[in-house]
């Protein structure tokens, strides 16, 4: 058990950033499934500016590494691009 208020809110504070992190990173893992299930080019086109918001915003606040993120949008970019 931690011994200082310091200690005690920096437990309260990750705990809170943990629950955060997850819902986003949850949240992004399911419109990355539902962009790459999507057979309909403009209705690709229309999710994947939304998709790369979302990586790019948990990239910037460090919940994924930046180049994953890129990776990411590189990959569903190509997989929209090549729909027909």
């Known amino acids: 058990m931690a011994n200082h208020k310091s200690s005690e809110k920096r437990i309260r504070q990750d705990e809170a950033r943990k629950v955060n992190n997850k819902y986003n990173a949850r949240s992004t893992r399911n419109a990355l ?18 998709v790369s918001s979302m990586l790019d915003k948990l990239a910037k606040r460090n919940v994924i590494h930046a180049n994953k993120a890129a990776n990411l949008k590189s990959e569903i970019a190509k997989q929209v691009n090549s729909l027909k």
């Open 33 to 50: 499934k539902e962009i790459r299930s999507v057979t309909d080019k403009t209705q690709a086109a229309e999710l994947l500016p939304k």
